[in-house]
Structure formats: structure tokens, C-alpha cells
């Protein structure tokens, strides 16, 4: 069978809710200072699809239609073997960091 829906707790939606509630408004603003303005209408690229910060169900419904439903995956052996070691990434960026303050 296929998967439909994934079961969240309740009070994972809620501390989302929480942790976002702030952007929310913010969001809202946003989108209607952009439909309110002549310039971003001109703009030819769509607006940013931010309906998911509107109320804490379409959080939690958005949550549960991209997150919970695409499980992150665990990388391939040629997406590992392709990937240098964390240690030689911080090598470089380590010397990178001392040849700009040189």
C-alpha cells in the first residue's frame, strides 16, 4: 500500500507553531506589501509560496505534506566516496580563513 498521510504529535505542531509564530506575521506582512506595490507587480518571477506561515493548521498540514512524507535519506556510497571527510573541509576553510587575514 501506498503511504497517505504520516501521524504527527500534536505538540510537534504546536512547538512549530511556537517557533514560528513571530515569522508569521511578518510573512503576512510581506505578502501584502508586495501585492500592495506597483514595482513587485511588474516583477515577471512568481512570489515566494509563504501560505504555510497563514495559521498554525496549514503549518502543521504543510509540516506533514513536505516533511514527515519525504523522509530525509541516507547518502549513496558514490555520494559518500565523493564527499571529502569533515576534517579536510575544515582544513581548507581553516586556511582559507589565515590567507585572508594575512
Keep these: 500500500g501506498k503511504v497517505i498521510r504520516m501521524r504527527i504529535a500534536?505538540?510537534?505542531c504546536t512547538e512549530l507553531w511556537t517557533c514560528c509564530e513571530g515569522f508569521s506575521?511578518?510573512?503576512i506582512a510581506l505578502r501584502q506589501a508586495?501585492?500592495?506595490s506597483r514595482l513587485a507587480s511588474m516583477q515577471p518571477s512568481p512570489l515566494e509560496?509563504?501560505?504555510m506561515?497563514?495559521?498554525q493548521q496549514s503549518l502543521c498540514d504543510w509540516a506533514h505534506d513536505v516533511i514527515a512524507l519525504h523522509p530525509f535519506t541516507t547518502p549513496g556510497e558514490s555520494e559518500r566516496?565523493?564527499?571529502p571527510p569533515s576534517q579536510a573541509l575544515a582544513r581548507r576553510l581553516l586556511a582559507a580563513v589565515e590567507?585572508?587575514?594575512a
Excluded: C, M, Q, R
Aim: no cysteine; aromatic share 10%.
Design 53 to 55: 506561515f497563514d495559521d
Design 99 to 101: 590567507s585572508y587575514d
Design 49 to 51: 509560496n509563504l501560505a
Design 81 to 83: 566516496e565523493a564527499t
Design 34 to 36: 508586495v501585492l500592495d
Design 10 to 12: 500534536e505538540t510537534a
Design 25 to 27: 506575521s511578518k510573512a
